[in-house]
């Protein structure tokens, strides 16, 4: 099993549903991350969360929100989505040596 | 605050030539770096890292990047690339003590056989 596991892989969905990518971790870790690709952009920062209680905005958190609900799950949830939230999004773990991706999920919004 | 500029978008190199992968980075504080690797329709992997120590780092697959503090840079190298390096490389910062990881806009490497 992969150390960070992000479901579903790959959604359509439409404008103005809400939606939810999770996030489930067997590294122990107890900082995670949500980041979103665009071409030509690389990665930015949605949230983060030290742990179940602390929870970050990171550069682009406006039309998102997310839940820690135990150490290992980290999920974020789209509540109206918007064409321009169409993107690959991916989340992390990080420990002292460094973050490890999940294989990201790729959401459309039509 | 922190950035990382990849000048590069892409850069397209025969098989078996050498390459470089260009990444300067700005932060007002000691930074960790890294490089970070994509592949046709995959996740993100880690090439190699900066942390502390010896400023040359290695890694298993043949790239090495340099950490050099005065012109604030961590280019990517490798000596004689093959098909399978076709990716997306992405070069990042976090500074010490900082939790965010930046990313610079990434460099799409093309091996022309």
């Known amino acids: 099993d992969a150390d960070v596991t992000q479901t579903p892989r790959n959604r359509i969905t439409k404008t103005g549903k809400r939606i939810m990518l999770e996030c489930s971790q067997t590294?122990?870790?107890?900082?995670m991350y949500w980041y979103r690709q665009d071409p030509g952009l690389g990665l930015r920062l949605i949230y983060y969360s030290f742990d179940v209680k602390d929870i970050n905005k990171g550069e682009i958190s406006d039309g998102y929100s997310v839940s820690r609900q135990a150490q290992a799950k980290f999920s974020l949830s789209l509540e109206s989505a918007i064409p321009n939230q169409t993107a690959l999004y991916f989340c992390a773990t990080r420990d002292v040596l460094g973050y490890t991706f999940g294989s990201g999920t790729r959401l459309t919004v039509v | 605050a922190q950035s990382v500029t990849q000048l590069d978008s892409q850069v397209p190199v025969f098989e078996e030539a050498p390459v470089e992968l260009r990444c300067n980075y700005s932060s007002s504080v000691s930074v960790y770096l890294f490089w970070y690797v994509q592949y046709p329709n995959q996740g993100l992997q880690l090439l190699l890292k900066?942390?502390?120590?010896?400023?040359l780092v290695e890694s298993i697959n043949g790239f090495e990047a340099e950490f050099n503090k005065s012109q604030t840079s961590f280019h990517l190298r490798k000596p004689s690339v093959h098909i399978s390096d076709t990716a997306e490389y992405f070069c990042a910062v976090s500074g010490v003590g900082n939790e965010k990881l930046t990313f610079g806009t990434g460099t799409r490497l093309t091996i022309i056989p």
């Open positions: 590294k122990g870790h107890d900082r």
């Open positions: 900066y942390l502390s120590g010896s400023t």
